[in-house]
């Protein structure tokens, strides 16, 4: 973590120069606006292939899923794809973008995504939905980090974003739940805005991070309940 006056100091350097590295304030890798500088990137935890397709963390074994997708109820998603462990920088860039009112970290954690979708979507999709907040929290926040996201990976993939659920329960914060209450907690806690839009629709489902995956499985859900044609799961991160 860094110090009081290092955040102090990277804050009034991202200030000054909106474009730098979110983390650090040095010039971007490529040079692209908002993205991560060559050291933070290379610091980033990346999950490397092979990837479970139930939560896009990482493979090991031999069986379908990951041994943590194993104890969970089968995944509503084709496919899951996540970029990062959730630690190190990763962990900060989250905690920043959703916490700390930083959200210029979603342009660069969005890109990157994107990047990742684009060389490993099996099909092309037609749009890029985010995982609601309730509105009661939106005001709170003032932003919705999974739609900031969105933004990103849209700009990468040339799809549109489509805030195509509602949030129609305010839900309890899932960390703190059993899994039995974790599924009664979402359950009926998203709705489509327009059933028509999903039709037929291949979808991203995006949240910035995938822990059990109930809420993801539950947005997923509702957007197949809506005529989906298939959905794939998205997150920033893995915990
Ligand atoms: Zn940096
Ligand atoms: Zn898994």
Do not use: D, I, T
């Given at each position: 973590m860094p110090s009081r006056l290092e955040s102090l100091l990277t804050a009034c350097l991202s200030a000054a120069f909106?474009?730098?590295?979110?983390?650090?304030?040095?010039?971007?890798f490529d040079g692209s606006p908002g993205m991560f500088c060559a050291e933070c990137l290379e610091s980033l935890p990346f999950i490397v292939p092979?990837?479970?397709?139930?939560?896009?963390g990482p493979m090991d074994g031999i069986?379908?899923?990951c041994p943590k997708c194993l104890?969970?109820?089968?995944?509503?998603?084709s496919r899951a794809f996540s970029l990062f462990h959730m630690e190190g920088n990763a962990r900060l860039a989250v905690m920043m973008l959703k916490y700390?009112?930083?959200?210029?970290f979603a342009r660069a954690l969005g890109r990157l995504l994107g990047g990742k979708l684009k060389r490993e979507l099996p099909c092309p999709v037609d749009m890029i939905v985010p995982v609601p907040l309730h509105w009661t929290r939106f005001v709170q926040r003032g932003f919705n980090q999974a739609d900031l996201i969105c933004q990103g990976i849209s700009a990468e993939l040339g799809v549109p974003v489509v805030r195509?659920?509602?949030?129609?329960k305010r839900t309890?914060?899932?960390?703190?739940?059993?899994r039995k209450e974790r599924i009664l907690n979402l359950m009926g806690a998203f709705s489509p805005t327009d059933s028509t839009k999903c039709e037929k629709r291949a979808i991203l489902i995006v949240d910035d991070v995938l822990t059990t995956g109930t809420t993801l499985a539950s947005a997923a859900s509702a957007l197949l309940d809506a005529g989906a044609s298939r959905v794939f799961a998205v997150s920033a991160a893995r915990r």
């Open positions: 909106p474009f730098r590295c979110p983390v650090c304030g040095k010039p971007p092979p990837y479970c397709p139930g939560c896009g069986l379908e899923v104890h969970q109820p089968p995944r509503p998603w700390r009112n930083r959200p210029e195509a659920l509602r949030r129609c309890r914060q899932q960390a703190r739940l059993s």
